[in-house]
């Protein structure tokens, strides 16, 4: 069975990680959002899907390479699947099932074999999506879009919606009429993305968003103002506006981060050294975990006591001991953040806040 999404979703991310199988193979390549380059793509996949098994005759069965293989093939030919494609796609393969992510980040192209899928890369995605929902709020107005990083903005149909302030109930004064107003966006739009993790970003005066915010009930909602009029601005403006917004709101979170990461450092509260991280994760000690995107470590961590085997092969034996890492901070309730390089506290390939002093 093969199946594709875009973004996933935290069960599907929980379930990738939770994964074990002598045989699983993990793909990202480039790809491009243009269909006729749809062909070109297929033929860098089956080179991927060729090394894949190079590398799995070394240590799987037969029947699992086969099954691999044969999964990837039919993938390779869906020329209506390779029609529309994002920035990247992610390629997880067992010997009975495919399951693909079309991606709005540009990752590098790789090929990981091992018992375990290979999920730093994919973290980049549900790090920094490039991906946002945006309210267009008036009082006379109300619309929900879904902006990607270049694609043309896509109307959210959602039911139960109020039309504008006037038609949304209450009585006649006009505070708690527009209170009652945003209230009632706030319950429709709990039907429609309130299992989304994708950023809100309100388009709206202030008094307006004033008022939204202090009935709001989703929580990722981006503190950022957007400054503008949202009744003469047209969708394709919004959402350029709405991605200068959201490389805010990223470059803030990071920042914040970042100050955080100094103030638990000087607290006992930081690690910086992976073969330390990954025994305090291993214990649950990690509250927050940035990782770089682009690193590989090659090794593997005891089940038990989080100790750190390097190895100098990244072959089929051997897994990413910082993936490994994200994998057990994740399990534990922690958060992950996948990030290049210079945006890892103290230079390494990971760091970590702590839950506690240990």
């Known amino acids: 069975m093969t199946t594709h999404s875009d973004l996933p979703t935290r069960a599907q991310l929980g379930r990738l990680f939770e994964h074990r199988g002598d045989a699983s193979v993990t793909i990202y390549l480039p790809t491009t959002r243009l269909s006729q380059e749809g062909h070109a793509m297929s033929l860098t996949l089956a080179q991927l899907g060729a090394e894949a098994r190079r590398q799995l005759e070394e240590?799987?069965?037969?029947?699992?390479?086969?099954?691999?293989?044969?999964?990837?093939?039919?993938?390779?030919e869906d020329e209506e699947f390779w029609k529309f494609q994002a920035d990247s796609l992610a390629v997880f393969a067992t010997p009975d099932r495919v399951q693909t992510f079309r991606l709005p980040n540009e990752l590098t192209e790789m090929v990981e074999v091992s018992d375990r899928f290979h999920l730093k890369p994919l973290l980049r995605s549900t790090t920094f999506p490039q991906a946002a929902y945006?309210?267009?709020?008036?009082k006379a107005a109300v619309q929900l879009l879904e902006i990607g990083p270049d694609a043309p903005p896509v109307d959210v149909p959602v039911p139960d919606m109020p039309d504008d302030a006037w038609g949304s109930g209450g009585n006649h004064f006009f505070k708690a009429r527009d209170r009652h107003y945003v209230r009632q966006i706030d319950h429709a739009l709990r039907g429609v993305i309130g299992n989304s993790d994708l950023p809100l970003i309100v388009a709206a005066t202030e008094s307006i968003?004033?008022?939204?915010?202090?009935?709001?009930?989703?929580?990722?909602?981006?503190?950022?103002?957007?400054?503008?009029?949202?009744?003469?601005?047209?969708?394709?403006?919004?959402?350029?506006?709405?991605?200068?917004?959201?490389?805010?709101?990223?470059?803030?979170?990071?920042?914040?981060?970042?100050?955080?990461?100094?103030?638990?450092?000087?607290?006992g509260r930081a690690a910086t050294d992976v073969a330390e991280i990954a025994r305090l994760a291993t214990i649950g000690a990690v509250d927050t975990l940035l990782v770089d995107i682009d690193a590989s470590v090659p090794g593997s961590v005891d089940d038990e006591t989080g100790a750190v085997t390097f190895d100098d092969d990244d072959d089929a034996?051997?897994?990413?001991?910082?993936?490994?890492?994200?994998?057990?901070?994740?399990?534990?309730?922690?958060r992950i953040l996948a990030v290049r390089a210079p945006e890892v506290p103290g230079g390494g390939t990971a760091a970590a806040i702590l839950r506690y002093a240990v």
């Open 59 to 76: 240590s799987a069965d037969p029947s699992a390479v086969e099954g691999i293989e044969a999964g990837i093939n039919d993938l390779v």
């Open 317 to 334: 034996v051997n897994y990413g001991v910082v993936d490994e890492i994200a994998r057990r901070v994740y399990l534990t309730g922690g």
């Open 209 to 267: 968003d004033g008022l939204f915010r202090a009935v709001n009930t989703y929580p990722h909602l981006v503190e950022t103002r957007w400054a503008g009029n949202a009744e003469e601005t047209t969708d394709a403006e919004l959402a350029a506006d709405a991605r200068t917004v959201l490389d805010a709101h990223y470059a803030a979170e990071l920042a914040e981060i970042a100050e955080l990461f100094g103030l638990r450092a000087s607290q």
């Open 134 to 138: 945006v309210l267009r709020l008036s």
